[in-house]
């Protein structure tokens, strides 16, 4: 049995348009098989086609009725779905009057859209610093993958090169005589943190390339001299007042070629272990590149580090030493220094 539609009188309010809407999903699912659409609002087929409807709380989703049509081959209809979406916009376009391959071919070229609020982060910058975003409240570090290089601590040139990527704000890792250490400029101390995932609050030491550099760079008490004399370059860290930064520890290590490094970026560098924060020191040039591989741009490869104890941190601050922590150097050693000073 065929149902035609009969004409009317086009839509003149939304009302009026959902309801003759309504009254053509009634026609198809008693088998209509003209386009009471296209007669009902005055519209070509084509019209259907060129159509966009902004939906911004709905997805419409097609979907085939089986025994719908008129019987006589014609394509069978889809009813028109609303399903929730919730702060998204969704682009649809009308397919009602078209045939039903066309119909589903015009949904697969027309997917839905969503639109979602996303982090935007500088491509030009190293490293950002950790922020707090939405993601599902997960605190997150963001970190731009950097290429990393390897390369040969004796080949010509190595030490210069490392210095100038350190100078122009690059992290740098290298051997020293206990581990690898990872090392940035003055300037750009913080992308030490990102890079380890270093835990702020955690001062950061400094190692320089000779004692001679220590009276520079902090207030240096006669205890604290006579340790550096009798220790450097070796496994003793000294924690003393730098001037304008507060309490810093210095150090010198015993590794000719970390020491080179030092001297060429100036004779001090802030220097820590060239490993992600709870994990291993890295004892070679590929356990560093294992942990850290895209979060810094070169490798001094100078074979396997000594590893072992590592130093002995003394707060010299104050006329009153204190060991902060035990190492290489034992106290009784300490205590043998201490005792020829005056």
Same mark, same amino acid.
């Given at each position: ?7 009317? =009188?086009? *839509? ?5 348009? !959902? ?21 009902? &609002? ?8 060129? *159509?966009?409807?902004? =939906? ?15 019987? #006589?081959? /014609? ?7 609303? /399903? ?17 391959? &066309? /119909? ?14 996303? &982090? ?20 997150? *570090? ?9 390369? #040969? ?11 100038? #990527? ?36 955690? !001062? ?10 220590? =009276?520079?760079? @902090? ?8 340790? *550096? ?27 000719? &070629?970390? !020491? ?13 272990? @060239? ?7 890295? /004892? ?46 034992? #106290? ?11």
């Amino acid at each position: 049995m065929k149902h035609e539609a009969e004409p009317a =009188e086009a *839509a003149k309010t939304l009302n009026d348009a !959902r309801r003759l809407y309504s009254d053509v999903l009634q026609h198809v699912h008693e088998g209509g098989g003209r386009d009471p659409v296209g007669i009902h &609002l005055r519209r070509t087929r084509h019209a259907d086609l060129l *159509a966009h409807v902004r =939906e911004p709380e709905t997805r419409i989703v097609g979907e085939p009725i089986a025994d719908a049509g008129d019987g #006589a081959g /014609r394509g069978c209809a889809e009813v028109t779905i609303e /399903r929730p979406l919730v702060g998204a916009d969704v682009r649809v376009r009308p397919c009602i009057g078209t045939s039903t391959e &066309l /119909r589903r071919q015009v949904l697969a070229e027309e997917p839905a859209k969503i639109c979602a609020d996303n &982090l935007v982060v500088d491509k030009h910058t190293t490293f950002v610093d950790e922020k707090s975003c939405d993601f599902g409240h997960v605190r997150t *570090a963001i970190i731009h993958e950097v290429k990393t290089r390897l390369l #040969a601590a004796d080949s010509p040139g190595a030490v210069e090169e490392a210095a100038a #990527a350190l100078a122009h704000g690059e992290l740098v890792a290298f051997p020293t005589d206990t581990v690898y250490g990872l090392s940035a400029g003055h300037e750009h101390v913080r992308k030490l943190y990102g890079a380890k995932d270093r835990p702020k609050e955690k !001062r950061i030491p400094v190692l320089l390339s000779d004692i001679g550099n220590l =009276e520079a760079s @902090a207030i240096v008490t006669p205890i604290a001299r006579a340790l *550096a004399q009798r220790f450097w370059p070796g496994p003793l860290t000294i924690i003393l007042v730098a001037p304008r930064r507060g309490t810093l520890a210095f150090r010198v290590p015993d590794h000719p &070629l970390a !020491r080179r490094l030092i001297a060429a970026s100036g004779g001090g560098l802030p220097v820590t272990s @060239a490993n992600r924060s709870g994990e291993p020191d890295a /004892r070679t040039a590929q356990e560093v590149i294992a942990q850290l591989d895209g979060r810094i741009a070169l490798v001094l490869d100078g074979g396997t580090t000594p590893g072992g104890v590592s130093s002995t941190v003394v707060d010299c601050t104050t006329d009153q030493i204190k060991i902060v922590r035990q190492g290489a150097i034992s #106290a009784a050693e300490i205590d043998g220094v201490l005792a020829t000073v005056a």
